[in-house]
């Protein structure tokens, strides 16, 4: 589990989303915390394990610099974005569309396994 600011706490609330339990921070400030404390180590590892320095990287530069706020939305407006979804790096062999795939099936087995709650 997180540890979370006090300014989270009061702001993050459990929800259900297709059978599944999931914390959501509701108050920008809270998603803008966490975005910046826990995504950013995160994508910083992930930048060092592809060479590159995190200092440098453009998306984390101004990453401090956006507003995050949650919204909900009606899911026929969703629309999957086709350089994400197609994205390959043939040097590391990595195909992301595989990669997510992946990552549901681990996610839809730990919360069959565990019940467990997942955290932002």
Request: proline share 3%; net charge neutral.
């Amino acid at each position: 589990m997180f540890l979370r600011r006090r300014t989270e706490l009061s702001n993050t609330l459990l929800r259900r989303l297709y059978e599944i339990t999931c914390w959501v921070i509701e108050h920008s400030m809270g998603i803008f915390d966490y975005i910046n404390e826990e995504i950013r180590k995160e994508w910083e590892t992930d930048a060092g394990q592809e060479h590159c320095e995190p200092m440098n990287d453009p998306w984390l530069k101004i990453l401090s610099k956006r507003k995050w706020s949650l919204q909900d939305i009606d899911m026929k407006r969703m629309k999957l974005n086709s350089d994400i979804m197609n994205y390959v790096d043939p040097q590391r062999e990595y195909v992301f569309s595989k990669r997510f795939v992946e990552r549901i099936r681990e996610l839809q087995e730990s919360i069959r396994l565990d019940c467990s709650v997942i955290c932002p």
